[in-house]
């Protein structure tokens, strides 16, 4: 849905979507596209679908971790 948020999509109502959405998912465990299981930390206002994710070693920003994704919720 991102990729067609300028196309397909209302821009204003599907990143209100998307924001509500991954502000439910706060304090959930999320599997990422490398296949580590981890926390969301907290959701970026700006970025949604970019969280902040905690790890036992500390926290990871995907803004930063360009090459990783949730790729499914755990719990």
């Known amino acids: 849905m991102k990729s ?7 821009s204003e109502i599907l990143l209100e979507f998307i924001s509500r959405l991954m502000t439910t998912l706060a ?19 700006y970025d949604p679908l970019k969280v902040l994710i905690k790890t036992s070693e500390g926290i990871i920003d995907l803004r930063v971790e360009k090459e990783w994704r949730i790729g499914r919720i755990i719990g």
Do not use: Y
Request: net charge positive; charged share 25%.
């Open 27 to 45: 304090g959930k465990e999320v599997m990422l596209t490398n296949k580590r299981t981890w926390t969301i930390f907290m959701i970026n206002p």
């Open 4 to 10: 067609d948020m300028f196309g397909k999509f209302n």
